[in-house]
Structures are given as structure tokens and as C-alpha cells.
């Protein structure tokens, strides 16, 4: 992780408030599903030092592991040793590859969340959406199952029935003024 001095006053509150969001039972889960798709063992506790000491390089996350697993050949180059930039190239790739296999922005996370253990919170939800996604396309996935549109579609005669609906017909609320209620005490003289 890059040095970088101690954050102050406002920052600290914001880095402090992301950090609380973390969940070590997620991030179990997270490094669990991992694992079991690119069919490696590893330490899988939930702890920060942990998921970051996993993840950090981007190879578990795109090399021959889990984003080729998902969707083959999505990334074709994987950079190895232990060049910053290089490391840092491959979670851009895998961010990249997850944009294109349909995560938004917002379930995406920037390259230094992971790297310099910015935002681990956010990269968590990453894998939780990509498991949604996965699911979606047959592959084993992660967390709750993504929902699927189911429209209605009514009859002219349906919704003209909703508009002979008489207000009085909803409820009675007793003639709706304030008689009977009393704010403080009486004026006592």
C-alpha cells in the first residue's frame, strides 16, 4: 500500500464512516464464492488485512481465475510480478471487464479502493453484483438472486373501473379538524 499521511478533521470523518461499512461476514462470503469458482484454497476469513492480502494483485480477480471463469477470454493479459503499476493495471482490467459484462458504475469500484485499501466496502459489493450478474447467466453466483422485470398490463375496462371510485369510499377520518386536540397545558390565572 502507498504512504500517505494521516488523514484530518473532515477526511478522517468521511474514511472513517467507509470503513464502518465494511462487514466481515460479506467479505467471507465474498472470498468464499472466490474459491469455490476458480477452484483454488486460500484464506478465506473476512478480515481487511485478509481480503486485501487476496485481492491485491488482480489475479485472483481476472487472470485464468474468476472474471475468465464468468465470461472466458474476457481479459487475454494478465500482467504478473510485482511492478505497481502493473498490479494496478490488472484490477483496471478486471473493472473493465465487469462494466462490459453489464455492473453500473455505481457497483464498480475505482482501481485504488482495492489497491491502496481505500474502499474495501465497495469492491465487496462489486463481487455481490457480479455474482447477481453471473447468476442471471446460469453461472453460479453470489448473494441474492437478481429480480427479473414482470410487467402488467390492464384492460381499458380495468382502468376506467379505477376511476369511478367514489374519495368518500376510502376511509372516513371523522371530519378531519382539530377539535379535541389540546398543545400544552391550560392558562391557569
Not at 66 to 80: D, E, G, H, W, Y
Not at 109 to 118: A, N, P, R, W
Request: aromatic share 8%; glycine share 8%.
Amino acid at each position: 500500500m502507498a504512504e500517505r499521511t494521516e488523514k484530518h478533521g473532515f477526511a478522517k470523518q468521511a474514511f472513517d464512516k467507509i470503513q464502518s461499512k465494511y462487514d466481515v461476514t460479506q467479505a467471507q462470503e465474498a472470498l468464499q464464492w472466490i474459491s469455490e469458482m476458480i477452484g483454488e484454497q486460500f484464506d478465506t476469513s473476512g478480515d481487511m488485512d485478509n481480503v486485501y492480502k487476496q485481492l491485491r494483485d488482480g489475479r485472483k480477480l481476472c487472470q485464468y481465475r474468476l472474471m475468465n471463469v464468468i465470461v472466458p477470454n474476457s481479459i487475454p493479459k494478465i500482467n504478473s510480478g510485482e511492478n505497481n503499476f502493473k498490479l494496478m493495471e490488472n484490477i483496471a482490467r478486471f473493472v473493465q471487464a465487469a462494466r462490459a459484462y453489464g455492473l453500473s458504475d455505481s457497483e464498480t469500484f475505482q482501481t485504488v479502493d482495492l489497491y491502496e485499501k481505500m474502499n474495501l466496502h465497495q469492491v465487496i459489493l462489486c463481487l455481490f453484483a457480479l455474482g447477481r450478474k453471473a447468476q442471471k447467466q446460469g453461472v453460479r453466483g453470489l448473494g441474492p438472486k437478481e429480480s427479473e422485470k414482470n410487467e402488467r398490463t390492464f384492460s381499458s375496462e380495468t382502468l376506467t373501473q379505477g376511476n369511478r371510485v367514489i374519495s368518500t369510499q376510502y376511509g372516513y377520518n371523522k371530519g378531519a379538524t382539530q377539535s379535541g386536540i389540546i398543545f400544552g397545558n391550560t392558562r391557569h390565572m
